[in-house]
């Protein structure tokens, strides 16, 4: 039994339970992944399933080896999995590892925000908005004491890069799960922008 | 891929197309403890949003209750709708009536839109 699966998020809907109440979903394309390699603790030191997703329009000499007996696939990811004796390169995995009700961890690269400021990176207050202030309205404020220590400490919060970093989100709830339409259904958000490459692995505690 | 496509929603055959300015009478399923049970809320429907193919279609029915001004939004496919009956048609140029919210009595009546008659030209 493979524990995770390689999907597409689609992007946001809501959907009516049966008392009338609203749920927010994201729709993730999950699947189909095939088996491209099952390593071993004897040869790699561990035990693990490297799945492939999607068709890839070109790959190098190198990938086509090894992907030569599964077709071309373009994103490929590793899972554990559960009795890995009986399970095969080239094997399909779809959604149906998945049931309604199950929590799984949804991994993907969060939307870049570019250069952003201390108000939006890391939630600072800014400073006073009115009596005669000019140019502090998001400033970061003091950054650290006098002489002693002399200098700012390291991982003191400041403006920079923010997003486009890999996020997973824990525990969601499985809402629906389709082998057929290869479709999945959690409740909640999923980090990344539509069309963004997610892992969808099955929650462990 | 398109989310409205994949996962298509079901419309309620009870409910009819609805437009701006159509005064309509909406029966909303409400839970009471153990009974369930049908309420009634009738106004005109003073804004229609996202179409009808999209989960999150939704209208809003104003009506004046004892004097205050009342809106009700809902979900056009929530299954908490039962139906929807439409009474009139309102003659509107607007897609949003929010200038009914500061109109009163006399003022805040819309005309009537009558299909128009075919001339019988014998």
């Not at chain 1, 939630?123 to 005669?132: E, N, Q, R, S």
């Not at chain 2, 009974?35 to 029915?61: D, L």
């Given at each position: 039994?493979?524990?995770?699966?390689?999907?597409?998020?689609?992007?946001?809907?809501?959907?009516?339970?049966?008392?009338?109440?609203?749920?927010?979903?994201?729709?993730?394309?999950?699947?189909?992944?095939?088996?491209?390699?099952?390593?071993?603790?004897?040869?790699?030191?561990?035990?693990?399933?490297?799945?492939?997703?999607?068709?890839?329009?070109?790959?190098?000499?190198?990938?086509?080896?090894?992907?030569?007996?599964?077709?071309?696939?373009?994103?490929?990811?590793?899972?554990?999995?559960?009795?890995?004796?009986?399970?095969?390169?080239?094997?399909?995995?779809?959604?149906?590892?998945?049931?309604?009700?199950?929590?799984?961890?949804?991994?993907?690269?969060s939307k870049g925000k570019?250069?952003?400021?201390?108000?939006?990176?890391?939630?600072?207050?800014?400073?006073?908005?009115?009596?005669?202030?000019?140019?502090?309205?998001?400033?970061?404020?003091?950054?650290?004491?006098?002489?002693?220590?002399?200098?700012?400490?390291?991982?003191?919060?400041?403006?920079?890069?923010m997003g486009d970093e890999?996020?997973?989100?824990?525990?969601?709830?499985?809402?629906?799960?389709?082998?057929?339409?290869?479709?999945?259904?959690?409740?909640?958000?999923?980090?990344?922008?539509?069309?963004?490459?997610?892992?969808?692995?099955?929650?462990?505690? | 891929?398109?989310?409205?496509?994949?996962?298509?929603?079901?419309?309620?055959?009870?409910?009819?197309?609805?437009?701006?300015?159509?005064?309509?009478?909406?029966?909303?399923?409400?839970?009471?403890?153990?009974?369930?049970?049908?309420?009634?809320?009738?106004?005109?429907?003073?804004?229609?949003?996202?179409?009808?193919?999209?989960?999150?279609?939704?209208?809003?029915?104003?009506?004046?209750?004892?004097?205050?001004?009342?809106?009700?939004?809902?979900?056009?496919?929530?299954?908490?709708?039962?139906?929807?009956?439409?009474?009139?048609?309102?003659?509107?140029?607007?897609?949003?009536?929010?200038?009914?919210?500061?109109?009163?009595?006399?003022?805040?009546?819309?005309?009537?839109?009558?299909?128009?008659?075919?001339?019988?030209?014998?």
């Amino acid at each position: 039994m493979i524990e995770g699966i390689i999907g597409r998020k689609i992007g946001m809907t809501q959907i009516f339970q049966e008392n009338g109440r609203v749920e927010a979903v994201t729709a993730i394309e999950a699947g189909p992944c095939f088996v491209t390699q099952v390593k071993r603790v004897a040869k790699g030191g561990y035990d693990a399933v490297q799945l492939g997703f999607g068709t890839a329009k070109r790959l190098n000499l190198p990938e086509k080896g090894h992907l030569k007996n599964v077709g071309l696939l373009k994103h490929l990811r590793e899972f554990e999995a559960s009795d890995i004796d009986s399970i095969e390169v080239g094997q399909k995995v779809d959604a149906s590892i998945f049931e309604p009700g199950d929590l799984v961890d949804v991994t993907g690269i969060s939307k870049g925000k570019g250069f952003a400021g201390v108000v939006k990176r890391h939630h600072f207050a800014g400073g006073p908005k009115t009596h005669g202030q000019s140019d502090r309205h998001r400033a970061p404020g003091s950054i650290g004491a006098t002489t002693t220590p002399g200098r700012v400490f390291k991982g003191k919060r400041m403006a920079g890069h923010m997003g486009d970093e890999r996020v997973t989100v824990r525990r969601l709830k499985v809402v629906e799960a389709d082998p057929e339409r290869n479709l999945l259904l959690v409740h909640g958000a999923v980090p990344g922008a539509k069309m963004g490459l997610v892992t969808i692995k099955k929650s462990t505690s | 891929m398109d989310i409205d496509t994949l996962i298509p929603v079901e419309s309620n055959p009870n409910i009819p197309t609805i437009s701006p300015g159509d005064t309509v009478k909406v029966s909303i399923r409400v839970v009471e403890g153990e009974r369930v049970r049908s309420q009634v809320f009738q106004g005109v429907v003073i804004r229609v949003r996202r179409g009808s193919a999209n989960a999150n279609a939704n209208f809003t029915v104003r009506r004046i209750a004892y004097g205050v001004g009342v809106e009700r939004t809902f979900f056009l496919h929530s299954p908490s709708v039962e139906k929807v009956e439409v009474m009139r048609h309102g003659k509107v140029r607007r897609a949003k009536l929010y200038y009914l919210r500061d109109l009163t009595t006399k003022k805040a009546r819309l005309k009537e839109k009558r299909p128009k008659e075919k001339r019988n030209d014998a």
